[in-house]
């Protein structure tokens, strides 16, 4: 894995008074106070680059956003009441891609497969009307050339696109099972996931900078209860873990479908595979055997 190069915090001027010069109260919170008597340690400046981010911001300062971008899907529903016997999995994918290769390489290989199919780039490419040829995919039904072709062009760009996918597969009737409280997947899940993708920041030395992870919007209600157990884990408020999530400034982010995002579809397009690989381990599965190499974390719960 590639190297940013860029060491340390910097802390900006956003997070002293711009009248008198003194550290803003925000700021001396997280030093401990004005009168500490010690150095501030690495996670105390992490927080206060953080801050300085903030405040800077209102004064039309630019975040320091990362240089990576996530996009996430999921396979199956979490519910636990009712669940399907066919289908007893639910998995969630995060998928990582440094920004300079999403906007130089991974953007322009999916609009030029898809001008190539269809003569324009409107088509969402959605796993799920691929797998039955609904709708735009129609056309898989018909021409048998154009049915390998589409297939060999779609392998080779999840292939070749440069990502790293964090992957988190429940068994919910294990879960169900084996927990009384009936724990939610998708917080399972989501746990999980954010933490191997703190270890991934880390080593690419983005703390302190803005990471944003995009999701399909499902609902208002949906998304407000995704969007709250985000932010808790964000602020380390959902129990004990071995990560500070502080040391970044996690957002979550939910666009419709009709987004057309590149990031989003190519997420939905390892999501299931990863899932059936978990359900069905004799069963052939050649597109989980393209994203095996990408996966640089995943987990089989409970």
């Not at 630019?62 to 979490?78: I, Q, T």
């Not at 906007?103 to 898809?114: L, S």
């Amino acid at each position: 894995m590639r190297h940013s190069g860029r060491h340390g915090v910097g802390v900006g001027v956003g997070a002293t008074d711009r009248a008198t010069g003194f550290i803003s109260r925000r700021a001396q919170g997280c030093l401990g106070g004005p009168s500490a008597g010690s150095y501030p340690d690495r996670q105390s400046l992490v927080r206060l680059a953080i801050v300085a981010r903030d405040e800077g911001t209102a004064g039309g300062v630019l975040p320091d956003f990362s240089e990576f971008v996530v996009y996430a899907d999921e396979s199956g529903d979490h519910g636990l009441v009712a669940i399907d016997p066919q289908y007893p999995v639910f998995a969630l994918v995060f998928c990582a891609v440094r920004k300079a290769d999403y906007i130089a390489g991974v953007v322009p290989a999916v609009q030029r497969f898809k001008f190539g199919v269809w003569g324009h780039d409107a088509v969402v490419l959605h796993e799920h009307d691929i797998r039955k040829s609904k709708g735009p995919f129609a056309i898989l039904l018909t021409d048998r050339a154009l049915r390998e072709r589409f297939y060999r062009d779609l392998n080779g760009l999840v292939e070749s696109a440069p990502m790293t996918i964090f992957a988190a597969v429940i068994d919910k009737l294990s879960l169900r099972t084996r927990y009384a409280d009936t724990r939610n997947p998708y917080r399972v899940a989501l746990h999980f996931c954010m933490e191997r993708l703190h270890t991934m920041l880390s080593e690419e030395k983005q703390h302190g900078r803005t990471v944003h992870v995009i999701f399909e919007s499902r609902g208002r209600k949906e998304d407000r209860e995704l969007e709250l157990e985000f932010r808790r884990i964000a602020a380390n408020e959902s129990g004990p873990g071995r990560q500070d999530f502080g040391l970044f400034d996690f957002q979550p982010v939910f666009v419709p479908k009709a987004a057309n995002s590149v990031g989003l579809q190519l997420a939905d397009l390892t999501a299931r595979p990863i899932a059936l690989s978990h359900l069905r381990p004799d069963q052939p599965n050649r597109a989980f055997e393209i994203v095996r190499p990408k996966i640089g974390g995943m987990a089989r719960l409970p």
